[in-house]
């Protein structure tokens, strides 16, 4: 099966700043890549799909890119409301696996 | 509105079995594809697999192929996720899933609010 490696598991920023967060795919997985928030206690939420197709409502500050087998998600100016884990989760054949997480904290 | 609620949470003894459920609403539910996610305390989220309850075709992730029975009552549209022997393990909190479009095994956008079982002697 594909494995997808996300990077880094937990990062720290400042408000204002970019954030970005890696998932590489152990295989070619096209463009069926999705992103999803966490907030701490609450549902994941689908933000953003087709490696780069942004859901409906999720603010235009997260973008999502795909280079080959790695993809990226980029929050291009953090708010504190950002505060959360993020997960990326392919949807090509087979089980659609998740990454590991990358818990997104204000520094 | 498209829902998805699931049922309560369950503390179960280890080697007892349980059957937890999803009701969909607001949309066709013979025609998406209903999935499940594990997440356990502090961890993050798990693939279980997929059932289509269009013809209850089901896809278990490798995982959890043997671990737990996917089922559908389509004339009640709600989907189930079966143990016969929890484990101390099992303990995790369960959502079943909804993808994007129907027929297809796609990213998902409507998640039930989760199921919380708790495994403990």
């Known amino acids: 099966d594909i494995q997808m490696t996300q990077s880094p598991s937990s990062l720290s920023a400042s408000v204002g700043d970019r954030v970005t967060i890696t998932c590489r795919a152990s295989?070619?997985?096209?463009?069926?890549l999705a992103w999803y928030q966490q907030k701490p206690g609450k549902v994941p939420k689908l933000l953003i799909y087709?490696?780069?197709t942004l859901q409906s409502g999720v603010p235009s500050r997260f973008g999502g890119s795909r280079s080959g087998t790695d993809f990226t998600l980029t929050i291009s100016s953090l708010q504190p409301e950002d505060v959360a884990t993020y997960y990326c989760?392919?949807?090509?054949?087979?089980?659609?696996?998740f990454g590991g997480g990358t818990k997104v904290e204000i520094k | 509105e498209v829902q998805l609620v699931q049922s309560g949470a369950e503390v179960k003894k280890p080697g007892e079995s349980l059957k937890i459920s999803c009701k969909g609403s607001?949309?066709?539910?013979?025609?998406?594809?209903i999935g499940w996610v594990r997440q356990m305390p502090g961890k993050g989220l798990e693939w279980m697999g997929i059932?289509?309850?269009?013809?209850?075709?089901?896809r278990y992730s490798p995982s959890f192929e043997g671990q737990v029975t996917f089922t559908v009552d389509t004339s009640i549209a709600t989907a189930y996720l079966h143990w016969s022997r929890l484990k101390a393990s099992d303990t995790a909190n369960y959502y079943c899933?909804?993808?994007?479009?129907?027929?297809?095994?796609?990213?998902?956008?409507?998640w039930g609010q989760g199921t919380l079982v708790t495994v403990s002697s």
């Open positions: 295989q070619d997985i096209s463009n069926y």
């Open positions: 899933v909804r993808p994007l479009r129907p027929g297809v095994v796609v990213t998902t956008d409507y």
């Open positions: 059932i289509y309850p269009g013809d209850s075709e089901t």
């Open positions: 607001g949309y066709r539910f013979t025609s998406f594809w």
């Open positions: 989760q392919k949807y090509s054949s087979g089980p659609l696996t």
């Open positions: 087709h490696a780069s």
